[in-house]
């Protein structure tokens, strides 16, 4: 791979906001469907095409994610179920499946998003203009899973910064091993209380989780928080502030927002292909293959192309349109296959809850008029900074 040059070179995908991004995707589809690029200063393959994409999450010979991960997320995350295969993966997600399945989901999940989503409208009320990602877009998904948890709420401040310094390990290596060991020690003394005095939260759940015979020791349960909280609270939260900014600038499609139910997962699904906060995933091929067109050799990394396939002309007519009315089954935004994401339903269920609640206490809420609100970011892509004004026309 370091003999192929990259396209666009002066472009680090790794780096570089690229508030450009759909353009600059176009751009490369005329060179083929699996292109190089240039990701942390040296050359890796862009897949862009939704078939192709959609077998490499399928293929465990070619893109087995296993050892790719233990070099970019093992060191400040643990052992998660990204870096474990066959017979270790199956047992490990069958221990905590269970969990994340929506009638589970419903039962001790959807009871704090609600009251969450009020207590941040809470906060807002009154004020003539505020800046929605900092007072609802970041810290509402953060705020879940924390007290999900059963973390006090005191250190939620803490948390987040551990959450956000986590996922961080390619680009600061050291900050991010640091986050891990002060997250895994406060936790730990969480897992031992509830080993001893089960409840009925979550980590009591995985702690006393039990599948043929199998339970999950304490490092499990610490690697499966490791990549939980910052995984999980990160992308809905950069999701949602990509989807609020879209629908506050479109009077419409803020009048679905405050129909019914349905209306809100079509909005959801259709955010979720439309720019969806993992943009491009990092992938290390695992064995030669031809693919696409182009040679890819073991130990090449590749990035997975989420939103190149998302917005394949080929699958979805239109695609940077934003229409809740397409069919959008073929969506990759969770993966596909033995690892699609566990959090699936979580996200959603926190996206519709606060399309609707937001719209309910502020139905004429809109985006402050002249600004230039930008979606940046290639590997996980959202808003950071957008003024509204919660009750219309100031």
Not at 67 to 72: A, D, N, P, S, V
Not at 359 to 370: A, Q, V
Request: proline content about 7%; some cysteine.
């Amino acid at each position: 791979m370091n003999a192929v040059t990259p396209l666009m070179p002066d472009i680090d995908f790794a780096h570089d906001d690229v508030p450009n991004l759909h353009e600059l995707i176009d751009e490369l589809r005329a060179h083929g469907p699996v292109v190089p690029v240039r990701y942390h200063g040296s050359p890796v393959w862009l897949i862009m095409d939704h078939g192709l994409l959609k077998g490499a999450f399928e293929d465990y010979v070619h893109f087995d994610a296993t050892e790719g991960y233990k070099l970019i997320a093992e060191p400040s995350m643990g052992k998660t179920l990204q870096t474990m295969a066959g017979e270790e993966h199956r047992v490990s997600r069958a221990l905590v499946n269970p969990l994340f399945m929506p009638v589970k989901v419903r039962s001790y999940v959807e009871a704090l998003i609600e009251p969450i989503a009020h207590e941040l409208c809470d906060r807002i009320e009154g004020q003539r203009e505020v800046e929605f990602v900092s007072a609802f877009a970041r810290p509402y998904p953060f705020l879940v899973i924390t007290r999900l948890l059963g973390i006090p709420v005191e250190d939620e401040a803490r948390f987040m910064e551990w959450a956000i310094k986590m996922i961080d390990f390619p680009w600061d290596p050291e900050g991010s091993v640091r986050a891990k060991e002060e997250f895994d020690a406060y936790m730990q003394a969480i897992i031992d209380d509830r080993r001893a005095n089960p409840g009925d939260d979550f980590v009591s759940r995985l702690a006393h989780a039990e599948y043929e015979g199998q339970k999950l020791s304490d490092e499990r349960i610490l690697s499966f928080l490791g990549l939980l909280f910052p995984a999980g609270s990160d992308t809905t939260y950069k999701n949602g502030s990509s989807l609020f900014a879209e629908l506050l600038g479109k009077p419409e499609l803020c009048a679905m927002a405050r129909g019914s139910d349905k209306d809100r997962e079509a909005i959801v699904t259709e955010g979720l292909r439309w720019q969806p906060p993992t943009a491009f995933l990092p992938r290390m091929a695992s064995a030669d293959v031809d693919f696409g067109g182009v040679r890819i050799a073991k130990g090449d990394w590749t990035l997975f192309g989420i939103t190149a396939a998302n917005n394949d002309p080929a699958v979805f007519p239109d695609p940077r349109r934003f229409d809740p009315s397409r069919d959008n089954r073929e969506i990759l935004t969770f993966g596909r296959s033995t690892h699609f994401c566990l959090g699936m339903h979580v996200a959603r269920r926190e996206l519709e809850t606060a399309l609707r609640v937001v719209f309910e206490r502020f139905p004429n809420i809109r985006l402050k008029p002249g600004q230039d609100v930008q979606h940046v970011g290639a590997v996980l892509r959202g808003v950071r900074h957008m003024i509204v004004q919660p009750y219309g026309e100031a």
